[in-house]
C-alpha cells in the first residue's frame, strides 16, 4: 500500500480548467502555487492542513472534501423549486 504524498484519491479531483488532481503530491503542488492572497484564505489553509494530516495517515477522502470546499467555497447551491414534487397538492 503506497504511503505518503504519493497516496491517490479515490475519485480523483476535476479543476475548472481541464486538469485532475489524482495523488495528495498534485493537490498539494496545486496550492503551493497559488498567489499567495488565494492560498492565504482559511479554506486553502484547511485543505493543507487536511493534505499534511492525510500524507501521514487517514483516509484520502478527508484532504478530498477539504480541497473540494476550498475550490467551490464561492458556490451557493439555490434549491430549485421546480424541481419538488408538490406530492401532497394532488387531489
Known sequence: MDRGWQRAFED??????????????DAATFITALPKKESDLPEWQ?????????????????????????????????FDLSRKDKHWAQA
Open 46 to 78: 484547511a485543505a493543507i492542513e487536511a493534505l499534511m494530516l492525510v500524507s501521514r495517515s487517514g483516509p484520502t477522502m478527508l484532504a478530498r472534501i477539504a480541497v473540494m470546499r476550498a475550490l467551490n467555497r464561492g458556490h451557493v447551491r439555490a
Open 12 to 25: 480523483p479531483i476535476q479543476l475548472p480548467d481541464g486538469r485532475t488532481l489524482v495523488t495528495l503530491h
